[in-house]
């Protein structure tokens, strides 16, 4: 949960890289793009995780902003929380706000079952 590390939102101190895309062109304001990375993330059950999701460069990318804390989006397995934002990498000190997604995941086993 980068909110309880003191400047996690402007210092890539702390933070996993799970993947990185390049040359990805944005689709426009109020489109999604598409950026189809299989992560392999398991995350256990009432844990928080945070993800850092930064363009590089002009972009037409959307965000939301909500105050930081406030839930975006919820169901019965998971929640988006808003958290920072910024004009660019490590660069997010704007307060409130995140990046506008569509996240998909499965329900399951992260590996194949034993005895």
Do not use: E
């Not at 919820?74 to 704007?94: K, M």
């Amino acid at each position: 949960n980068y909110q309880l590390v003191s400047g996690a939102n402007t210092s890539s101190a702390g933070w996993t890289l799970l993947t990185s895309v390049t040359g990805v062109s944005s689709l426009g304001a109020g489109r999604y793009t598409v950026l189809t990375a299989s992560l392999n993330l398991n995350i256990p059950a009432g844990a928080t995780y945070s993800f850092y999701i930064a363009p590089v460069g002009t972009s037409t990318h959307a965000y939301r902003t909500d105050a930081i804390g406030t839930t975006t989006a919820t169901n019965a397995v998971a929640s988006i929380i808003a958290g920072n934002r910024g004009s660019s990498l490590f660069n997010c000190s704007s307060s409130g706000g995140q990046a506008v997604v569509k996240l998909f995941y499965s329900l399951g086993c992260a590996g194949v079952r034993g005895p």
